[in-house]
């Protein structure tokens, strides 16, 4: 019992020698509340995905709406990026985080109480969009705040421990709630009480520092102006293609002529805007660098194709294969085995002066490597040797942020970087709420194809379904043409699967090649602080 005592008390005076002003209670208790918002906060992102087959049946609208949600998701949350610096700029860390988390939990509240009002029901995804992205930098930055500078090391790595959540644990995590406990919005449930205890804990722990002059801070409202029009320009894009999703993008002419007469409206709106203000959200003048430029389109291409290859796994797993959502989400838990070791190792071999280029040529063949093994299954396979590919894609994640980030980073000064981070996370998480609804287009295309091929003047193959069909015994011809019809659903919907990913493993050999078009440099830190930061940063979600 004295040995346990003695433990507790060092362990506690542990704690006590990183803490800047706070008693060694109120110091765990912060880092334990930061880290249970910066889960929550990113999340509702993974963990929505395996839940979408039953948030269409509870909305009572198709898959395809339920899709609007999760893709406004990651738009206003890479929206928030560009936002969350010049907010804390003008609020300091304390208010912006406390006013995200507030924001979150009446997000995830107005999601629960919107279930059967489909237009508000996106919009309180869209708004938990926006507050998640308004919460990662100043939680990070009154973590960071309230740790000696001597022990902030020990800040950034527990806060980087959530990294690979929203890809690993956030699928498993949907699936339990939807499927184990039978209802999805317990989620919403879980995500409103957590973030209000969060900003409840973070108000009663810290105090608002001494405020600066009025002159030392700098406005917001020409940001909020920028970032409104830019808002407005992502948003319209993206429901350019939500739309299109629903109209397969050969109807509802209309509506589409219109919605991006309103993109180009606000896109244009914001560059002048934008170029003009004292204080933009979006500074070009970073895009100067060749490094910076390739290595931002290369890695919203690689978030494009790492996002649809997760969002119609997910789906499909369940619609067309079988699998629950518990299932396909559990499916998505190896990629936590291998990820955060390797991120790990390539952070060290990146800090002694490795090329990064070589680090993200390994991490797409990974990527292409399992992708190319998943379209090799004679589907429908067995839920256990589906496992396999999803450690190689793992390890291959676990390289793959950090090494992009250096590469698009590697000519950027120290003074821009925090900056080209707030940029890099802005567009890739668009680019990921984008690729939600491109994929699904692609596969409703891709589908038809498939399903027409099928059902083709095909005589063998005709022949061989009704043969299949016909052993279940005597049947009226409508139930025949009935049952060839799902079957051939069912087999094409099977082809397709295996023709995305056989797709996806050529795409990602592809950017492996195209990787190597950026210059050979090194990012040179003087300041460590700003490295650890600019690292923890740049591999969220």
């Known amino acids: 019992m004295k040995t346990a005592v003695l433990d507790a008390g060092r362990w506690t005076l542990g704690w006590a020698a990183c803490s800047r002003e706070l008693s060694p209670l109120h110091f765990i208790l912060l880092n334990l509340v930061l880290g249970v918002g910066h889960f929550v906060s990113i999340l509702s992102a993974g963990a929505y995905l395996p839940m979408l087959p039953y948030v269409a049946g509870s909305i009572g609208e198709g898959l395809a709406y339920a899709v609007w949600g999760q893709s406004n998701y990651f738009i206003a949350m890479g929206a928030a990026f ?56 100043p939680s990070l930055a009154l973590l960071l705040d309230q740790y000696k500078k001597s022990h902030q090391k020990v800040a950034v790595s527990l806060w980087s421990l959530a990294v690979f959540a929203p890809f690993s644990i956030g699928p498993a995590l949907g699936g339990f709630f939807a499927y184990k406990l039978g209802d999805w919005r317990w989620l919403f449930v879980v995500s409103f009480a957590a973030s209000l205890c969060v900003a409840v804990f973070l108000w009663a722990l810290t105090e608002r520092p001494e405020a600066q002059k009025m002159s030392e ?180 994640l676990g390289l793959l942020f950090i090494s992009l980030n250096h590469i698009a980073l590697s000519n950027v000064p120290d003074a821009e970087q925090l900056h080209g981070i707030d940029v890099l996370n802005a567009f890739r998480n668009m680019a990921a709420g984008l690729a939600i609804t491109i994929s699904d287009i692609t596969w409703d295309h891709y589908l038809a194809r498939h399903r027409n091929y099928l059902n083709g003047p095909d005589a063998a193959l005709s022949q061989n379904y009704f043969d299949a069909v016909l052993q279940s015994g005597d049947m009226p011809a409508a139930a025949i043409r009935h049952e060839m019809h799902a079957q051939a659903s069912l087999q094409s919907g099977l082809l397709n699967l295996n023709a995305m990913f056989h797709f996806l493993g050529m795409y990602f050999l592809a950017l492996a090649a195209m990787v190597w078009l950026v210059r050979s440099r090194h990012i040179l830190h003087k300041d460590k602080k700003l490295e650890q930061i600019v690292e923890s940063l740049g591999e969220e979600p």
Not at 218 to 234: D, E, H, I
Not at 241 to 248: A, K
Not at 319 to 329: D, K, L, N, P
Request: aromatic content about 16%; proline content about 5%; some cysteine.
């Open 217 to 396: 801070v700098p406005p917001l409202a020409g940001p909020w102006r920028s970032f409104l029009l830019f808002g407005g320009a992502a948003i319209a894009l993206q429901e350019f293609f939500d739309v299109g999703l629903i109209s397969d993008m050969t109807s509802n002419e209309y509506g589409l002529w219109w919605i991006g007469s309103l993109f180009v409206l606000f896109a244009t709106l914001f560059c002048i805007h934008n170029r003009h203000a004292t204080h933009p959200i979006l500074k070009t003048a970073i895009f100067r660098y060749p490094n910076f430029r390739l290595g931002f389109v290369i890695l919203c291409l690689a978030f494009i194709g790492l996002q649809s290859s997760i969002v119609q796994y997910l789906i499909r797993l369940q619609t067309v294969e079988g699998f629950t959502a518990w299932h396909a989400g559990l499916l998505f838990l190896p990629l936590f085995a291998f990820s955060k070791p390797l991120n790990l190792w390539a952070q060290h071999l990146l800090h002694r002066g490795y090329d990064p280029r070589l680090l993200a040529t390994v991490a797409f063949v990974g990527l292409a490597a399992s992708f190319w093994w998943m379209s090799l299954y004679a589907r429908p396979a067995t839920w256990e040797t589906l496992l396999w590919p999803q450690f190689l894609e793992g390890a291959a």
């Open 82 to 137: 560009l936002l969350a610096r010049p907010l804390m700029a003008r609020l300091g860390a304390r208010d912006a985080a406390i006013s995200a988390y507030v924001l979150f939990a009446f997000a995830s509240l107005l999601v629960l109480l919107s279930t059967r009002y489909y237009p508000i029901f996106t919009f309180a995804r869209t708004l938990q969009g926006l507050a998640a992205g308004l919460s990662l930098s």
